[in-house]
């Protein structure tokens, strides 16, 4: 069952989820761009400087909480999002290595 912030378990994460939420190519740019930052780097959804508004930010980021690709922590008045690097690798093994590929759009 998904903690109270909607973050699955490793187990719970889906692959339908999880290929359903990258197949959007702003959600696929979020996870890319984590994936070549350091392993403890965390970004608020303002942070990546997409040119939409914050509802949909908000929705895209949610998507691919639920899907269990990123956690959210607030900060503040704003939520950062880490990638769940270890977890999907266990789940998904050699998923994230296809997204650092620059040719994985």
Sequence with gaps: MPDQEGHP????MKLGAVLSALADPLRRQVVAELVQAPADTERTCASFGFQVSKATL???FRILREA???RQ???GNSRAAAL??????QRFPGLLALLA????E
Excluded: A, M
Excluded at 9 to 12: A, G, L, N
């Design 68 to 70: 269990g690709l990123i």
């Design 84 to 89: 769940r690097r270890e977890d999907v690798e």
């Design 9 to 12: 378990e490793v187990w719970e």
């Design 73 to 75: 922590t607030w900060r």
């Design 101 to 104: 590929r620059p040719d994985s």
């Design 58 to 60: 908000t929705h895209h």
